[in-house]
């Protein structure tokens, strides 16, 4: 059975979040690759790129996010938009990280590039597939992904693996956490985006939240799913309708630092230490 959500517990989570979400947590998470352009246009789309790659060790990541800003010379919305193949593919060469590949770079930019001209921007890719009655994003990202999956004929199968699609049942952590970084507004998040409503965020769920969230009671599912993450969010919006997705720094916050959870709500000491922490 879940946990009965009292003020105590609103309270423990609200306290949680004010400790992560501070502009400190910028440096150290993909998020500070969209904080560091000026535009919203190349916040988003280079934003995207940095969501799609987060897994893994943080650094990483960042090292990763560092050199794709190089081989798009600083201006990732422009390089996407005027993609050209002949001219530009080159920039893209050997561009990988763990099972994203050189290929994968490219016909994700192609792709994106296609909508782009189509639709203007990244924005519109997902809002354009929400309607007035519903409920969460869920189709903003299953329309998003299917839009770029299927813009170019000869897109390969294989970049089914980097967008995530609920009606696949995965959890859609990385588009989820993309989302909640353009809707938010700060102090760490952009919040540059209009047409979607903080309200309607999912939580990114993965093995950190998920761990936590399920010690205290807020997760019946075993797996760290789709049906898992909209469970995690119909809770958290209880707390806070307005913004559920705020609760993600508690519970990403507290596993990724390893932070000991609160006996009174856990039933028992809980402490999930990493050395390296990680982001989805």
């Not at 763990?98 to 639709?119: C, G, M, N, V, Y």
């Not at 859609?172 to 956490?177: D, G, V």
């Not at 799913?225 to 909209?230: N, P």
Request: with cysteine; charged share 25%.
């Amino acid at each position: 059975m879940p946990a009965p959500l009292t003020p105590d517990l609103k309270a423990y989570l609200d306290a949680l979040v004010r400790r992560f979400e501070q502009p400190a947590f910028i440096a150290e998470d993909p998020i500070a690759i969209p904080h560091g352009f000026d535009d919203p246009r190349d916040q988003e789309v280079i934003g995207l790129f940095a969501a799609l790659l987060a897994w893994g060790r943080r650094q990483t990541v960042l090292d990763k996010m560092a050199e794709l800003c190089v081989r798009m010379r600083y201006r990732p919305y422009r390089f996407v938009y005027d993609f050209d193949e002949a001219r530009d593919a080159p920039a893209l060469e050997g561009f990988r990280h763990r099972t994203f590949q050189p290929i994968d770079a490219l016909w994700l930019t192609k792709a994106l590039s296609h909508e782009l001209r189509t639709h203007g921007t990244v924005e519109a890719l997902f809002a354009r597939h929400l309607s007035a009655g519903d409920e969460h994003v869920g189709p903003a990202i299953q329309g998003f992904s299917t839009g770029i999956l299927t813009a170019l004929e000869g897109t390969p199968a294989r970049l089914r693996k980097h967008l995530a699609r609920p009606a696949s049942g995965g959890a859609c952590k990385r588009l989820a956490m993309y989302l909640r970084w353009m809707v938010r507004p700060g102090p760490v998040d952009l919040g540059i985006w209009s047409r979607i409503r903080p309200a309607h965020l999912v939580l990114p769920l993965d093995v950190h939240s998920g761990r936590q969230a399920r010690a205290l009671g807020l997760i019946d599912r075993a797996a760290n799913d789709w049906k898992a993450a909209l469970e995690l969010t119909r809770r958290c919006r209880r707390l806070c309708p307005e913004d559920p997705a705020r609760y993600d720094y508690a519970f990403f916050g507290a596993g990724a630092y390893g932070v000991s959870l609160d006996a009174r709500f856990t039933g028992a000491n809980t402490r999930t230490a990493t050395s390296s922490p990680t982001r989805r």
